[in-house]
């Protein structure tokens, strides 16, 4: 037996030495101490065919190679338990004398905002304030106290979302129901721009969008005519599309101006002479304007005999299209990073 005892020390501790990892380390253990079927249980059964001298004799031997297998397999563990310690640090050494990497760049202003801002700038140097106004507008501000009954055609013009339940509540189709909401507030003198988003019930393509946005202008002074319209606009134009712009007024009928114009501006892709952009025109539409009716001043609380003023209105879609050269409306609303992260 005492060498049956030598014979299984040797083979555990030779078998210790290819140990890789605790899952085979834990399987030798039970494989050789297991306190039911261990190697040296089994072994020890045999103690009772052997006289009770031999008995302690090789108790004591078989204690003493116990004691050495437990030993060895201690320090294979805290062998094992280093090296995993010497892997886990280099997984998360750092190296601190490391360039810096260039630093990402966590996101960037919409199209429509960089043009907006830029727009709210160059007005805010020219005196104009900056004013808000609801999304969800009552039918009131957004037709009739512009200067549209509600059996008037115009209202077939700008085709918009009613809100189930609230006949009198409309998504805005454009921007123009801030000018007596301002009025109303400010009164006479105003200068002011609106800029936003509007909602019209479109049937979508590459040039039509259920939402977009305007900026809306007005002016009212005592001494403002048509002329000082002209020179705004045209400042604002010779801004966004150059020095050498330059703009066209044609007649256009808006119930809340009068005379109402259309303005275009000259196309900054072919400088006029006519171009795909342009439809060989040379010219761009671009905003819609014209003196404020006396009917809309009225609405305001404003005394059309004192007062008068101008209005404007800029699709900023359209002209954050133009700026960019972009040919489908749809993706300025789309959310993809793809389209975006150009800017
Ligand atoms: N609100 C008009 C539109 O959406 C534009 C406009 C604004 C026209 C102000 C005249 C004056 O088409």
Known sequence: MKEKLEQLKTEALLALKSVKDKMQLEELELKMLGRKSGQLTELLKGLKDVSEDARKQIG?????????????????????????????????????????????????????????????????????????????????????????????????????FYIKGHSDWVMRTHTSPVQVRSMQKYGAPLRAIIPGKCFRNEATDVRHEHTFYQLEGLVIDKDVNFSHMKGVLEAVFQHIFGPETKIRLRPKFYPFVEPGVNGEVTCFLCKGIGCRLCKQTGWLEVFGAGMIHPNVLAEGGIDASKYQGFAFGFGLTRLVMLKYGIEDIRLLESGSLKFLEQF
């Open 60 to 160: 004591q031997i078989a204690n003493e190679v116990k004691k050495e297998m437990e030993k060895a397999l201690q320090s294979k563990k805290n062998e094992l338990a280093q090296a995993e310690m010497a892997g886990l640090l280099e997984k998360e050494y750092i190296d601190v004398t490391q360039p810096v990497l260039p630093a990402k760049t966590f996101g960037h202003l919409h199209p429509n905002t960089i043009i907006q801002k830029d727009l709210e700038e160059f007005f805010t140097s020219m005196g104009f304030m900056v004013l808000d106004g609801p999304e969800l507008e009552s039918e009131y501000y957004n037709f009739t106290s512009l200067n549209i009954p509600a059996d008037h055609p115009a209202r077939d013009m700008q085709d918009t």
